[in-house]
């Protein structure tokens, strides 16, 4: 049989230039436009939530309550606390160091303007849903087992992020019942989520 012609170069560079597969069919991270509708779709079920427990969209928006702590003070020192105890499990539990690498395939570039605006956007509607009308119809408990739950999508190379969301959603839902509003808890996973998907850009190195 006759032998084949090797192909062109400019027919090489084409190949090249249009991959096949899955990689060809969706982007291989978070786009910050689908974040911003799927988080405004989030905050939008918080509201009409809320509107249907005794306290109204007021649930949402009250003052926190005046302690000897200020509210915002305990949420930074909860977030802090979260992270700081996220960067000491990652030398101890090779299970986070997994996570990690995991997360940076999912999430994208995290320079810091993406990170501040996925963390806003994740930190805010997540808490009004959640330590809003979650909290007041389910109680802390069960509310942090379903906000646990969501986190990881039942991957099992991700199950240590859904140990981690359990237990910042106790936290969490304790900062909402201290100060009865979900300010607190909001302040505290906007913080856990920037400084922890900055992080992640030395996954991303490797």
């Given amino acids: 049989p006759a032998s084949r012609s090797p192909p062109s170069l400019a027919l090489r560079r084409r190949r090249a230039s249009f991959p096949t597969g899955v990689a060809m069919s ?8 689908l974040a911003t509708l799927f988080y405004g779709a989030v905050a939008g079920v918080a509201v009409l939530g809320a509107a249907w427990t005794s306290a109204g969209v007021r649930l949402l928006t009250r003052a926190p309550l005046a302690r000897p702590c200020p509210w915002w003070v305990a949420g930074l020192a909860a977030g802090a606390g979260l992270v700081a105890a996220t960067r000491l499990a990652e030398h101890l539990w090779p299970a986070l160091r997994r996570l990690g690498s995991e997360l940076a395939k999912l999430v994208g570039p995290c320079h810091w303007p993406r990170v501040l605006a996925l963390a806003g956007l994740s930190g805010l509607a997540e808490e009004a849903l959640f330590r809003g009308p979650v909290q007041d119809f389910a109680g802390l408990w069960l509310t942090a ?38 300010w607190p808890a909001a302040v505290a996973h906007v913080l856990v989520n920037a400084l922890n998907l900055r992080q992640l850009r030395h996954y991303q190195r490797e």
Avoid: K, M
Wanted: glycine share 14%.
């Fill in 145 to 182: 087992a379903l906000f646990a739950g969501l986190h990881g999508g039942g991957r099992r190379e991700l199950w240590s992020w859904t140990v981690f969301a359990l237990v910042a959603g106790v936290v969490f839902g304790a900062l909402a019942q201290v100060y009865a509003s979900p």
């Fill in 26 to 33: 969706r982007p291989d991270h978070l786009p910050l436009p």
